[in-house]
């Protein structure tokens, strides 16, 4: 209740009504000092003067120093409530109501001296001792004639003492009552205002539990401050928590714009709420055209539309995979529903599985050609041993061909595990390569003396260009050597009869390059970037033998050597292969 | 139930349906890129897949066609809406019958059984990958509005017109060369023909697209002076809509 910022509001109303009420008692009590103080007079003046007539008759009639004259003062005395006294012309008493004042000179008093002058004259005389307060008139006694000199005056002399006591008396009444209306309508202000205040000792209060909670230090005296410190405290809480929101916010930006797969929220409507830069590559879209946009209109892809329409039917979360043809990929979608408060999202996340399935395809197609190389000899096999059993082997010419050919199909099917088990040495690090510094071009002298047998049988020319000052290569030989005859067995293979194979070698930096161009049937453009995973073939329909290890074989020997093999290649027109390995320092 | 706007009931049904066009749009796209794809690779299971799914594709265009008839029904919109509607349900037609002809090369690859190609598909699948692109760009304007670009899609037509072209006079040289293979090339003829006339359909909804925007329909035939000023070597089928 005592609070010191109500109080400072409530004492100053107070105050000045006290003094309102104050000055207010204190006038009053002077007017009416006033008043009474004329009114006292006008009175006794007016006795005074009907009394002097009557004197003066009085006089007149038994002269001056009657017993009657005396009597008679006596007499008004007594209801007059004053001593009266009859003064001469000269200022000597005549005759007076009071026996003791007998003697004595008024002539000088102020009155008699004012009654001489105006015909009526007051005078106050104050003693020190307040009961001998008199006020005392006088009043000129003239005779009949116009002339109306004064022949004597009449003095009233009333004593104030009753009448101080009633001014007194009326002083306190009007304090009194004034100090107990005043004591009331304070009561009344402050019970009013204890009550109109409360909204705001409340807010105080609050405010001081709020600080106390956060423990902030409030030595404050003044409630408002401490108010307005809280207001502070707030806001600046409310500052750091939105800073903290937008940090986190920022960071899961960052996170979602950072991951590999891509993110899409979805609303009910089928609007893109959010979406992350993953996606935003994938479907080739700009963030602001995107959000706010259908998922149809933004992905255009009927398996994500109706995944998602599944997703939202059914309230679970459902997975779809599918192609995107103009990049290439292969990408698995999940849809999963989102409940936040009494909204639905939906959640997409985009997987890109190209990777994966390419490895699979390569897989695939691995053990479709190791089955299809085998079945081939195997059934040559198969036929040729039933033969033999069913009675070729009796005639010894026969049998011998027959085996023979046995023994070619046992030999290719070596070639194909032998080939298998070079290509997973060579990948698992396990093989062996024994660096020499060689002379280019006996690596080629080689290789060609090898091949120029096929060379021949295919009616295709086959044309070196090798200087004699290139430097010595650093290479293990055998291995180059198959490289080299890996590229030229695929150009014999694939260049129709008449054609032409170049074999070039040059010098580039610190590496010396060699190439292998021919005029054979090239490579399809789709083909190109997987030409040289293992097992892969270029033709389809699978007219040419061999399992498709030769080109893989090639690219992890050269590897091994640091250089590196590139193929250029247009369909119809031949293809260039060319591979480089370091110089021999 | 507080009032909702009609027009926005209006635009939010519309755009349903064009999100339905666009799913359709896929849908066809897929059709088209896969039944190319299986005929490269001689894969006849793929093809089978492809004949039946041509079913969903022609529920889609009953479904589209029946919510846009009950939409003008309900709602009766009128000049640029009601073109809009219209051109919705011409660009569902044109692109059901862009999906019978993926379907129509599906089944060439059924037919051709385990017979060879006459030579690898070059040209072919040349044509797909630019009629799909036409298409889906064409598809993309029609729901954005956009005629700049339905303006300019039209021009590519003369690409894969001529593509068709030497596809004709290339099977027309095997054919000759050796009759066996008259069977295989007119299968193949047929393929391109079908791909052809993809690229014709793409232009005609490249001209609803203005039509809807301005009220004009205006033929976006790029090349018809060639067929008047050239004598006829031109390939039977070409220009025609």
């Known amino acids: ?585 | 139930m507080p009032f909702v706007n009609p027009r926005e009931t209006l635009d939010r049904h519309i755009q349903e349906l064009l999100d339905e066009i666009l799913v359709m749009g896929s849908m066809v796209e897929q059709a088209i890129s896969e039944s190319v794809e299986a005929l490269k690779r001689r894969d006849i299971n793929a093809s089978r897949r492809i004949y039946v799914e041509d079913q969903k594709i022609n529920e889609k265009h009953y479904d589209l066609e029946n919510k846009t008839l009950t939409l003008i029904a309900t709602q009766q919109p009128v000049a640029r809406d009601l073109r809009l509607l219209a051109a919705i349900l011409e660009v569902g037609t044109e692109l059901e019958r862009i999906g019978d002809y993926a379907k129509g090369i599906a089944r060439i690859n059924i037919l051709m059984g385990e017979a060879p190609l006459v030579k690898p598909l070059i040209d072919i699948p040349r044509m797909a990958e630019i009629g799909l692109n036409m298409l889906h760009r064409a598809l993309g304007a029609f729901v954005s509005k956009d005629v700049e670009t339905a303006r300019a899609i039209p021009k590519e037509d003369d690409t894969v017109d001529a593509l068709y072209n030497q596809v004709y006079r290339e099977l027309l040289t095997y054919m000759i060369a050796d009759p066996t293979t008259i069977d295989r090339s007119t299968y193949l003829l047929w393929a391109a023909h079908n791909l052809e006339r993809m690229a014709d359909r793409v232009t005609n909804i490249c001209e609803r697209v203005v039509y809807v925007v301005t009220g004009e329909i205006r033929e976006m035939d790029v090349s018809d002076d060639e067929f008047a000023s050239k004598s006829h070597l031109g390939a039977p089928g070409e220009n025609q809509r």
């Open chain 1, 1 to 585: 209740m005592f609070n010191r910022t109500i109080s400072l509001i409530i004492l100053p109303a107070i105050i000045l009504l006290l003094l309102a009420t104050f000055l207010t008692g204190r006038y009053a009590i002077y007017k009416h000092n006033q008043l009474v103080d004329s009114q006292l007079k006008r009175d006794l003046i007016t006795e005074a003067i009907i009394l002097g007539d009557t004197v003066a008759t009085l006089v007149t009639s038994f002269g001056e120093n009657s017993k009657t004259i005396s009597t008679k003062l006596k007499a008004w005395s007594i209801s007059t409530e004053a001593t009266i006294t009859v003064i001469a012309a000269d200022g000597s008493i005549i005759a007076s109501s009071d026996p003791d004042n007998q003697t004595g000179n008024y002539l000088n008093y102020p009155e008699i001296q004012e009654a001489m002058a105006k015909g009526v004259g007051t005078y106050t005389r104050y003693n020190p001792s307040p009961l001998f307060n008199t006020i005392n008139i006088a009043v000129s006694i003239t005779d009949e004639g116009d002339e109306g000199h004064i022949i004597g005056f009449l003095h009233l002399s009333k004593n104030l003492e009753r009448d101080q006591m009633e001014r007194d008396e009326y002083q306190k009444n009007i304090l009194t009552m004034s100090l107990r209306f005043s004591l009331l309508a304070i009561s009344v202000y402050i019970l009013f205002n204890h009550y109109a205040m409360r909204p705001l000792r409340q807010l105080i209060h609050e405010t001081d539990q709020i600080l106390a909670e956060e423990g902030t230090e409030a030595k404050i005296n003044n409630e408002f401050s401490r108010l307005t410190m809280l207001l502070k405290e707030i806001h600046k809480k409310m500052n750091i928590q939105t800073d903290q929101l937008k940090q986190e916010r920022n960071k899961l930006g960052l996170i979602l714009n950072q991951a590999s797969d891509g993110v899409m929220f979805i609303d009910q409507q089928g609007q893109i709420a959010t979406i992350n830069l993953a996606a935003i590559r994938w479907f080739e879209t700009k963030e602001q055209d995107a959000i706010g946009n259908t998922l149809a209109n933004v992905v255009r892809h009927h398996q994500v539309v109706e995944l998602w329409q599944r997703c939202r039917d059914s309230g679970e979360g459902q997975i779809v995979s599918f192609e995107i043809p103009r990049r290439k990929m292969f990408i698995q979608c999940a849809a999963l529903p989102l409940y936040e408060d009494s909204k639905k999202f939906y959640l997409l996340l985009f997987r890109d599985l190209t990777h994966l399935q390419r490895l699979e395809t390569v897989r695939k197609d691995f053990v479709s050609n190791i089955s299809h190389e085998l079945r081939t000899p195997l059934a040559s096999l198969k036929a040729l041993t039933e033969t033999l059993l069913s009675g070729a082997m009796e005639d010894p010419q026969a049998s011998r061909r027959f085996i023979e050919r046995i023994e070619m199909e046992i030999e290719a099917m070596s070639r194909m595990v032998q080939d298998l088990l070079e290509l997973s040495r060579i990948e698992s690090g396990k093989a062996a390569f024994r660096f020499e510094p060689t002379m280019p071009n006996e690596i080629i002298y080689n290789v060609v003396a090898r091949v120029s047998h096929q060379v021949e049988r295919k009616a295709l020319s086959l044309e070196i260009d090798c200087p004699e000052d290139l430097p010595l290569v650093l290479v293990d030989p055998p291995h180059i050597e198959q490289v080299l005859n890996n590229l030229l067995d695929n150009a014999i293979k694939f260049t129709p009869s008449g054609g032409k194979i170049t074999l070039t070698a040059r010098k580039l930096g610190d590496t010396v390059v060699f190439s292998l161009r021919d005029t054979g049937i090239g490579i399809p453009a789709d083909d190109l970037p997987r030409i040289f995973e293992r097992f892969y073939k270029s033709d389809k329909a699978r007219s040419s033998s061999g399992v498709g290890l030769g080109l893989a074989i090639a690219r992890h020997i050269v590897e091994a050597h640091q250089g590196e093999i590139h193929v250029e290649s247009k369909e119809g027109h031949g293809s260039t292969f060319a591979f480089s390995v370091p110089i021999a320092q």
